[in-house]
């Protein structure tokens, strides 16, 4: 496997209090993303980042923000929990100059905002 | 981003036959078609990819299959075996169709 890391591996928050989410790889991989997995809609892509410093939005990003100030590392912040962002969380990365290569996945990360 | 729809939600067959599932996408730009098979519990792996310069692909019981102009691409297993169950999802470059929860029955 990937060397990719995340944690924590289980969280259960309260509405309205910020959590953050860690992605740690040894790949050296330039690109890193975080998507969310929910039942009927498979995994959605949340943010990801081509760099370090160099994150964009992805197709469900409202309410989430991320940094990369690593190449090892990618946090993603949920800046307010609410109970629609209870879900299961991974983080994976890729390598790839310029053309997009194969997802390498981490672990999951299952957040339960109640 | 790109808009991935993958067919069918849910798909039993007996073991031995064969499945298929199919994707379709908006942007004609794309190039990478990757699929990902999750067991229950673990993360999503690859099995098998394609990219746009290519009209089909195998690997043993696995085959992928691209229509750029159509813009869709398919998914064959064949000879099934019940460690297939698992869900499988479809991706154009980044972005992942909803999932296919194949059951294999023995």
């Known amino acids: 496997d990937a060397g990719i890391t995340q944690s924590p591996r289980h969280k259960v928050t309260e509405t309205g209090t910020p959590v953050t989410l860690r992605c740690h790889q040894t790949?050296?991989?330039?690109?890193m993303y975080w998507y969310r997995q929910d039942p009927g809609h498979g995994l959605r892509l949340i943010h990801y980042?081509?760099?370090?410093?160099?994150?964009d939005k992805g197709e469900v990003s409202d309410g989430y923000s991320v940094s990369r100030s690593k190449t090892e590392d990618f946090l993603l912040t949920l800046e307010s929990a609410t109970s629609s962002q209870t879900s299961v969380y991974f983080c994976?990365?890729?390598?790839?100059?310029?053309?997009?290569?194969?997802?390498?996945f981490g672990q999951g990360t299952r957040l339960t905002v109640v | 981003g790109e808009n991935v729809e993958q067919h069918p939600s849910t798909l039993s067959v007996q073991e031995g036959d064969s499945a298929v599932i199919k994707c379709t996408y908006s942007?004609?730009?794309?190039?990478?078609f990757p699929w990902y098979k999750q067991e229950l519990g673990k993360r999503p792996q690859l099995i098998i990819d394609?990219?746009?310069?290519?009209g089909e692909k195998k690997d043993q019981r696995i085959a992928v299959t691209l229509n750029k102009t159509a813009k869709h691409f398919s998914l064959h297993i064949t000879e099934t075996q019940p460690e297939d169950s698992a869900v499988y999802f479809c991706?154009?470059?980044?972005?992942f169709g909803t999932g296919t929860s194949l059951t294999v029955i023995p």
């Open positions: 394609i990219r746009s310069n290519v």
């Open positions: 790949e050296n991989h330039r690109y």
């Open positions: 980042s081509y760099g370090v410093k160099d994150t």
């Open positions: 994976a990365i890729s390598s790839g100059t310029g053309v997009i290569t194969e997802a390498f």
């Open positions: 942007d004609s730009a794309s190039n990478y």
């Open positions: 991706a154009v470059e980044i972005y």
